[in-house]
């Protein structure tokens, strides 16, 4: 039995057959065969195979054989170096002979012996059953969230084959590229005709295989993140267009987020017959907190530390057949690897190893666990650890050459070892074996394993990788700094990427070099829409660089932009200031007019009105009338923004139109601006009855934003045009339009649109007593709600609820409502509407709501403009008067409901006159 270490746990046991009596020498016992290939997870493939001699002719029953022990020892490429020693038990006649010659045949070898898999058996249910209900026409996407070393690899090892079972056809890929994925999504055959033209030509630009110029997404380009969306509806369609099929992606956080975008967007149809099964880190949750929530079906799994029971269960799993071993030494194994299962795995095999390294063992003691290693120096991490002790075991070449891999390289390609040892020996990186040699011994022994491809593809291991990161990382750490230089030397010269050459050359100690090449970075990022990439990037290039000058101030600007768009506005403010700083410190007025208008405009999206409006002022002091057309357009949305934040709706109008016709002259630059002025008009004009023209405004932004693909501001034009459907009375034009701004939310992952989209239709159906269609989407609304209570901390999905539970009567449900959002409304000083609602729902409970106290809480609502909520506290207390006999009571309150002042959008008069 051959465990995690690559060599036999309790030595291999031959029996030798021979007739009795007959001597044992060379020409009676001849070894046909002994084949020990040890696999990347270091147990035999196939098993020691032994065939046994014996003399021409004779005949072997069970009593011509006796079992005897032989110590095989297993070098580091994981078979026997020269043959095994084996030691003869013989008879007390015999004479001793010299040990048989081993042959090594070529048996084609079983498949590969898993790790064992404990205590993860309701995870495995939960993937296999979800998959079932993917096969029977559904979709989903589980997620299963575990830190590093809890066991998702071997998670999805075992879970692949019952996915093949449950009739699905299964792609497995490793934090996969841009790339990367697109050619596995397309292994089954082209299906890029599933997306529309405009979104293949994104995703053909973003992936670098085609121009942008002059293709049919080159109007994307202007529109902030449209082109990123557009590529990932595009590998999107090609995931879900092939049939039932699971999509395993190991290492989901560090996937690109092109493809997470389109790997969520695969499974927003209900029926799309895709399953994504995303194994990740936390990690994933911090970079993207709504993951998982524009899927029709969304599980998550969490693998958690084993248990002491489990984890002992795992350490008996390790050690040989019958071992006896003290339940304390087990505990404390279990207790020492904090129950991670590759922490026991790695922590056995190295106390195993380190016991046959001291030659103590014995055949009385062969397979118990030495206790007195359990114990490991408190200040060294198991992995750690253990990858010392592995390295000590292997050859001094293939010690160096996993150094190297592991500070140079991700995943080493097949095809370039020999080039990447040429440019580690030109630098005076020492690795003296062959480069294969090398690498044969590192898989043999496990330390590289196949980098996961297409399952079951030709060529689907084309690289080669370090079985775990976390044993990667260890090694690189232990690698000497002044080495680790040198190996990063050698690798610049080897880098095709700006990645790739900004962490060589960091690596290096090449700063400048390093700051140019993580800038290259994040230009490209940005290119492609990259948001997150590019912040991480424009972060390294300013830590690479200590200059105060006016090229830093270029970059904190564009991480500024680029933190903004990530909706990391305070953040996005912080880098504008320091960028103003530096602009100011050079005498540069025109930087300094844009990045204030920058740190302006990211205040205003952090709420803080009034800093906001003071940058905007400090940017207009510094301009002069002979600015460029677009810094105009700039300054004179910021002072209509200004106007508009302070209530002067009015005054605002002029700047917003000239700042439309300014920015409309630029062109594709003046995009962003342009049609952030269209908006903010359209809303002012419909607020002030000018709903003809609003719609106008309006209908202009929507056809730009959709010629652009420009979905959050398609979004944002939808919202805004509440108040042109309010006037004109046309509910279901505002019905569709919230059904699109909710669906919008969802494609991109914004949880405040999603949910103001549902909030609002809610509202909508309650005003036109649609009450059933009320609940479904306040119910849609409060699971956003709940999901982000940070983000959420009003949460009036719940006072719709209490609202509507009240108004079937509901008591007990309507005083869970309103309990829950009590504390919200009360903490939140804008949330007055709150608590005359809830102050309105406490006196309903009380049996209290008449309609003098109805009147009452109506003045309270139109004191603050919430004209819609004074006509919900008198149509509720109507209902309510009707359902206790009161005819004349709940006439009064439908005639005081209708009598409100003309704030009311057409369709709720209607609706109140029809009740």
Known sequence: HVGASGVPRGGAIIALGRRSGAPAGPGNLEIIEADLHIGASGVPRGGAIIALGRPSGAQVSAGDLEIVEADIHVGASGVPRGGAIIALERCASPSPSPAPRIECGSVAAPPAAMAPLIAREPALAAIEA??????????????????????????????????????????????????????????????????????????????????????????????AGALRQAAARALAAILAGAGPRAIVVDDAHSADPIVLD?????????????????????????????????????????????????????????????????????????????????????????????????????????????????????????????????????????????????????????????????????????????????????VAAGVLVDAPGVSGAPGAHRALRFRHDLV?????????????????????????????????????????????????????????????????????????????????????????GARARLGRHDAAARDFAAARELACAAGDHSAAIDVLLDEATALDWALHYQVSAARAGEAAALAHGDEPPLRRARLAMAAARTMWRAGDGERAIAPCRAAIALADAVGADGYATAIACRLMLGFILGGRGDTEAAAAILDEALAEATARGDLLHIAAARCNRYPVHAARGDAAGLRADLAALAAAGRELGVAVTEYRGELYQALVGLWCDDDAG??????????????????????????????????????????????????????????AIDLVMLDGLTAWLAGRLTLSAATALAHRAIAVAEHEAAFQLLELTARTAARRGDPFAAAAAHRAARTLPAHLPRFIAGASASA
Do not use: N, Y
């Open 130 to 223: 979800a998959g079932r209900a993917v096969a029977a026409g559904g979709c989903a996407l589980v997620t299963v969230w575990a830190a590093a070393g809890l066991g998702k690899s071997r998670l999805v090892e075992a879970a692949v084959p019952r996915l093949r079972d449950a009739g699905l056809a299964v792609v497995h890929t490793r934090a996969p590229g841009l790339a990367a994925m697109i050619e596995l999504a397309a292994a089954g055959g082209d299906r890029t005709g599933a997306a529309s033209a405009v979104d293949r030509a994104a995703l053909d630009a973003i992936a670098g295989r085609r121009a942008i110029a002059g293709s049919a997404a080159e109007q994307l380009a202007a529109a």
């Open 262 to 442: 389109a790997l969520e967007l695969a499974t927003l149809a209900p029926g799309a017959g895709v399953l994504v099964l995303a194994l990740a880190r936390p990690a994933l949750a911090a970079t993207r907190p709504r993951w998982g929530r524009r899927a029709a079906r969304a599980e998550a799994i969490a693998l958690e530390p084993l248990d002491r029971e489990a984890g002992c269960r795992l350490v008996r799993a390790l050690l040989p057949a019958g071992a006896a071993v003290p339940r304390a030494a087990l505990d404390r194994l279990v207790d020492r690897a904090g129950g991670v299962p590759l922490h026991l795995v790695e922590l056995v095999a190295a106390v195993l190893r380190a016991d046959r390294a001291r030659g103590e063992t014995t055949a009385a003691t062969r397979g118990a666990l030495p206790t007195d290693l359990v114990e490991l120096p408190a200040e060294i991490g198991v992995i750690a650890w253990a990858v010392a002790d592995e390295l000590a075991a292997l050859p001094a070449g293939a010690a160096a050459a996993a150094e190297a891999l592991a500070v140079g390289a991700r995943d080493v390609a097949r095809a370039e070892v020999s080039r990447l040892f040429d440019a580690l020996d030109a630098a005076g990186v020492a690795i003296d074996l062959d480069p294969g040699v090398a690498i044969a011994d590192l």
């Open 472 to 560: 990667r990382d260890a090694i690189a750490q232990r690698v000497d700094p002044a080495r680790r230089g040198a190996i990063h030397r050698a690798m610049l010269g080897l880098a095709t990427t700006p990645d790739e050459r900004a962490r060589h050359a960091e690596g290096a100690g090449d700063r400048a070099t390093a700051a140019i090449a993580w800038h290259d970075a994040a230009r490209a990022a940005l290119a492609r829409h990259d948001d997150l990439a590019a912040e991480t990037a424009l972060g390294r290039a300013l830590a690479c660089s200590e200059a105060r000058d006016a090229a830093r101030g270029a970059v904190l600007r564009q991480r500024g």
């Open 774 to 831: 009320a609940l479904v989407h306040a119910r849609a609304a409060r699971r956003v709600e709940a999901a982000d209570p940070a983000l959420f901390p009003r949460p009036r999905a719940a006072l719709v609820l209490a609202e509507l539970a009240a108004r079937r009567d509901d008591a007990p449900d309507a005083a869970a409502w309103c309990h829950l959002a009590r504390p919200g409304a009360a903490a939140d000083t804008a949330a």
